[in-house]
């Protein structure tokens, strides 16, 4: 069977022999993967053409609501997905962390894009800036999407996960995708990519696959393309230096296996929970998906005293991971991906081996419950212990992908550090301790050298999602060794595939280009209150100046009986006067309170609620005698899809709001949120 790439719009099986995959628990043959005879210039034009502009012409929240269709669709074929994931040695388990934890990646990007950008083709990014004396001449910056092709290469270990994590972002900025898994495990990608497909929710060419190699791909990459890559240090560093690269200045987002740590704390003792968190956490990570993971703990960095207790601890728990086929009932730790990966993974223990005693596994005779060790790809979980890990450089470089840890003694906090420190850069490193003040000084010690760190304690520990998650709202990725990348993170992965640009004009063309009000516009004054208007009718920059407020004393006694507030500058005339506004003032509530009363039309209308407050400043006090007067600007308008249980459709309005007084002072300013009927159903 030949394991197929879909490209330039039709799956093609390859026109070679390929390289034969096999399962990884019976040694049986799945298929071959096989890319040649593929036109990659094709590829990448197609991308661009079809799958670019159809991707461009959509909004973000459009692409976004895409994207959630895309999840729940591939959520009802997970069964389909967790077979195919068996034969790459995972358990059910490790298949969940790959499958339904890609699947949610998707739907957490899909909710933070609808939550935190706008529902616009393109971005606008931070505040006005005011670069002239009169603001007649102001900036700001904009996101649009890369007219290009993101090119994801991925490593064998998540032939889901690290497909979709990576995707997710890339279509909602607008940019579509081209994806290569590792060989060993292209079959699954393939199934997945498979359904996303037939599925027909994502326009044509947002989505290729290239099973196999990338051939000459490289060589018609541009400047509008962006390429990332998860994997060995060295492959990376050879893509990452290729000419084109060079040339066209294409980003390039490496992430690298790295020599991640995980600290016990000077002060936890066995009697302790956080004791057993950390021989949990540490096992886990060995077994979990045989070892196979970018984040796995290869390094446990623990205190002298406690040496022998740990490695009793973590032996007892590795005798309890029994390793065989995952469809056998009992067996919690499958295989390594592949016989290559084996024959990789031994060369690095015999190397670490040299500097360091192997107290547990470590054998090539070992028990298999429900296969054959030697026709399957097995590896035993294996324990090293290094007795000078400060002077010996193997455990701080030699990496074993596979089921292996090293453990290393410290003597102080600062040893503890640079141990942490010798792994040159890594994806992530955790901490369990008790002791926040330990947990400051090694946080803030090793936080330069690492993407992520965990601190764990028992407080946490019930909710927590442990050492080896990456989640869709934090970075995942690392300096040094583990690549110098950055992927996730909520919406800043989106932006990693937008070209940010600064825009510089009057306030009035600001406006008009990034569709958000920005102070000093020209002002459109209109005859009908812009609270009587509907979603559709009103316009960026509808402005409406309200009527003179005069505030007494009456007021400000009132307001402070109402909500409780009797706070001296309010009431106690003597206070004041010694106090910085020198005088007795209003709350600053009821200005804006008073704003809301002079600027709302009370009659039923489009606009159905306040939706929200945001961003208040309270710049000069008011006295009384002050006489304040509104200005309300319709700044932004967000379009919102209706569901199935709202009556009527409806969008966002965002107004920017400018309270001033007799001078004409800013006394306040603030934006309110206003939910509005769209005449559309």
């Not at 040893?415 to 803030?444: F, H, N, P, Y």
């Not at 979603?535 to 409406?544: H, R």
């Not at 159905?608 to 006295?623: K, S, T």
């Amino acid at each position: 069977m030949k394991i197929e790439s879909y490209v330039n719009g039709v799956w093609t099986p390859g026109q070679g022999e390929g390289v034969e995959v096999r399962n990884a628990i019976s040694g049986d043959p799945i298929g071959t993967v096989d890319s040649s005879g593929i036109d990659f210039a094709g590829v990448l034009r197609h991308g661009r053409e079809a799958g670019g502009k159809a991707l461009r012409a959509l909004t973000i929240h459009e692409r976004a609501n895409r994207l959630k269709a895309l999840a729940k669709h591939l959520l009802e074929k997970k069964e389909k997905f967790y077979q195919i994931s068996a034969m790459t040695g995972a358990t059910r388990g490790d298949s969940w962390v790959d499958i339904e934890g890609g699947i949610g990646t998707v739907f957490a990007y899909s909710g933070i894009a609808r939550r935190e950008l706008p529902n616009e083709s393109f971005c606008v990014e931070g505040e006005v800036e005011r670069l002239s004396a009169q603001g007649t001449f102001v900036g700001r910056h904009i996101l649009v999407p890369k007219e290009g092709v993101s090119v994801h290469i991925n490593a064998f270990n998540l032939p889901c996960w690290g497909m979709l994590e990576k995707i997710a972002p890339s279509l909602i900025a607008g940019m579509p995708v081209v994806v290569k898994p590792a060989t060993v495990s292209a079959y699954l990608t393939e199934a997945m990519v498979r359904e996303i497909i037939d599925s027909a929710i994502l326009p044509e060419g947002s989505v290729q696959l290239i099973c196999g190699s990338v051939g000459d791909l490289f060589e018609y990459l541009t400047e509008q393309d962006a390429v990332t890559f998860t994997g060995s240090a060295s492959t990376g560093r050879m893509l990452k230096s290729h000419p084109k690269i060079l040339q066209n200045s294409i980003p390039f987002n490496m992430e690298a296996d790295s020599l991640n740590c995980s600290i016990l704390g000077a002060e936890v003792t066995p009697d302790m929970a956080e004791f057993d968190l950390f021989i949990k956490g540490v096992a886990q990570e060995m077994t979990v998906k045989a070892g196979q993971k970018c984040t796995a703990i290869r390094r446990a960095i623990v205190p002298r005293n406690q040496i022998d207790a740990v490695a009793a601890a973590l032996k007892a728990r590795l005798d309890k991971a029994v390793m065989g086929d995952p469809a056998v009932k009992g067996v919690r730790m499958g295989s390594l991906v592949g016989k290559d990966q084996c024959a990789d993974v031994w060369e690095s223990v015999e190397k670490l081996a040299r500097s360091c005693d192997i107290i547990h596994g470590g054998s090539r005779e070992f028990d298999v419950v429900g296969a054959d060790p030697q026709k399957g790809a097995f590896f035993p979980a294996t324990l090293l212990y290094c007795d000078h890990p400060l002077v010996s450089e193997a455990p701080h470089s030699v990496e074993a992908f596979g089921p292996v840890s090293t453990l290393m003694p410290y003597d102080n906090t600062e040893e503890a550090i640079e141990l942490a420190k010798l792994g040159r850069g890594s994806l992530v490193g955790s901490l369990v301790t008790a002791d926040d003040e330990e947990a400051a000084r090694i946080v803030l010690g090793t936080a330069a050298y690492h993407g992520r760190i965990l601190v764990l304690n028992n407080d946490c520990a019930a909710e927590s999602t442990g050492h080896g998650s990456p989640l869709a709202p934090l970075v995942h990725g690392g300096p040094g060794r583990a690549g110098g990348g950055e992927e996730l993170g909520g919406s800043r992965a989106i932006k990693h595939y937008m070209q940010r640009t600064a825009i510089q004009g009057s306030p009035t063309t600001l406006t008009a280009i990034t569709h958000q009000y920005t102070v000093g516009s020209r002002p459109i004054i209109e005859p009908v209150h812009p609270f009587r208007k509907y979603f559709e009718d009103l316009q960026i920059g509808e402005t409406l100046i309200t009527h003179r407020r005069t505030v007494t004393e009456a007021d400000i006694v009132n307001f402070g009986c109402i909500s409780g507030d009797h706070f001296y500058a309010h009431f106690d005339d003597i206070a004041a006067k010694d106090s910085l506004f020198g005088k007795r003032v209003a709350h600053g509530y009821f200005v804006i309170s008073a704003a809301a009363g002079m600027f709302v039309d009370p009659a039923p209308g489009p606009v159905l609620a306040n939706y929200g407050l945001e961003n208040l400043r309270f710049i000069e006090p008011v006295g009384i005698g002050d006489t304040i007067r509104v200005r309300l600007t319709a700044k932004q308008k967000i379009h919102k899809e209706k569901r199935p249980d709202e009556d009527k459709a409806t969008g966002i309005v965002v107004w920017d709001v400018e309270v001033s007084n007799q001078n004409d002072d800013p006394v306040a300013v603030y934006n309110i949120l206003t939910l509005v009927e769209r005449r559309e159903g």
